[in-house]
């Protein structure tokens, strides 16, 4: 008889949060044990991340341990339990706004924090390590869509800026100690138990609520939206494609010349503008929106769209859930959560 194949197991980062609850049912699904560490922070509404906990507890071989990152000895010993093969590092102090507001959260969450994550790593090397990291380190490009290769050295907030040293953090550890890594940026995701600081879920609770909604740069804005479905597949599909050193896929892949190090932007490069995002959301919910025009504000950028070219030669794949579809996902998921 042959050898029984072992049973992969993921440590994620942030398993009560939005991206990392939908990654782990994901991984549960296809079969993986799953760890989740999250600390559980009061960033927003503590009960729908322990409503996803709950979920996602229903399965056997998922485990949670609400620990914040920057503990590094209750990290290590949840590290150690997890004995995993491959880590997803999602956790990390979110939002482009609220970094205006509260910087140090950002220090300490997504600088020291992730030092602790890649400390372990490097001293219990996995398969493949993975971490988020975000659109928003293109900054002030202007050229569009933005690409791997291009200069990630404007950021415009300090969120920004801590993704951005997360990712050259993490390939002095790839290049220093072998560790192959995949940092993704993710363009404004979206979808059923997404965060309630993001626009969609801003916006369909104050237009049901009949209160009107904030829409900066006087609408004239474009986002390219990634529905959390096409996220997932994506990022499931990179775990089993771990950089090799000195092996590129041509010259537009971001492979690092002296580490098992890559960037891979997750996007379809499909921009829609804010009010056209509106009028869909209009239509999901059977309403009009009242419109409050602001201006800009301070951080924010005119326009994302992500260049696909990269993760279709990897991974065969691209997001391209249209709005349309992704929007009423979230509308269902909204009508039935608050009515439950």
């Given at each position: 008889m042959g050898e029984e194949k072992r049973t992969r197991r993921a440590l994620v980062t942030g398993g009560?949060?939005?991206?990392?609850?939908?990654?782990?049912?994901?991984?549960?699904t296809d079969g993986w044990i799953v760890v989740s560490v999250d600390?559980?922070?009061?960033?927003?509404?503590l009960a729908l991340k322990r409503c996803r906990i709950e979920m996602l507890q229903k399965s056997n071989a998922?485990?949670?341990?609400?620990?914040?990152?920057?503990?590094?000895?209750?990290?290590?010993?949840?590290y150690v339990a997890a004995q995993p093969d491959v880590v997803v590092h999602l956790a990390a102090q979110a939002g482009v706004r609220y970094s205006l507001e509260n910087p140090r959260a950002y220090v300490d969450a997504n600088l020291i924090g992730s030092f602790n994550v890649l400390e372990l790593v490097r001293n219990h090397s996995p398969a493949h390590f993975l971490l988020a990291s975000t659109s928003s380190v293109y900054g002030a490009n202007t050229i569009l869509p933005f690409g791997e290769m291009d200069q990630t050295d404007h950021a415009m907030t300090l969120y920004a800026a801590t993704k951005k040293a997360t990712e050259v953090m993490s390939h002095s550890y790839a290049h220093l100690w072998k560790i192959p890594t995949?940092?993704?940026?993710?363009?404004?995701?979206?979808?059923?138990?997404?965060?309630?600081?993001?626009?969609?879920?801003?916006?369909?609770?104050?237009?049901?609520?009949?209160?009107?909604?904030?829409?900066?740069?006087q609408g004239d804005m474009q986002r390219d939206f990634t529905y959390i479905d096409d996220l997932i597949e994506s990022i499931v599909r990179?775990?089993?494609?771990?950089?090799?050193?000195?092996?590129?896929?041509?010259?537009?892949?971001?492979?690092?010349?002296?580490?098992?190090?890559?960037?891979?932007?997750?996007?379809?490069?499909?921009?829609?503008?804010?009010?056209?995002?509106?009028?869909?959301?209009?239509?999901?919910?059977?309403?009009?929106a009242k419109l409050n025009m602001l201006p800009m504000q301070p951080g924010d950028v005119r326009a994302t769209s992500a260049s696909a070219e990269l993760i279709e030669k990897l991974i065969g794949y691209k997001p391209s859930t249209s709005v349309e579809t992704g929007v009423q996902a979230f509308v269902d998921w909204y009508r039935s959560y608050h009515t439950s």
């Open positions: 009560a949060g939005f991206i990392g609850y939908h990654l782990a049912k994901r991984l549960l600390g559980m922070t009061p960033y927003y509404d998922f485990t949670a341990h609400e620990v914040m990152l920057e503990d590094m000895t209750a990290l290590t010993d949840a995949t940092a993704f940026r993710f363009f404004t995701v979206y979808g059923p138990w997404g965060r309630p600081d993001m626009a969609l879920f801003k916006f369909v609770k104050a237009m049901l609520a009949d209160q009107p909604i904030d829409v900066y740069g990179l775990i089993d494609c771990p950089p090799v050193a000195g092996a590129p896929i041509g010259s537009i892949d971001s492979l690092s010349p002296v580490a098992p190090h890559r960037v891979v932007n997750i996007g379809g490069g499909h921009p829609v503008d804010l009010l056209g995002f509106i009028k869909v959301i209009e239509q999901s919910l059977g309403r009009r």
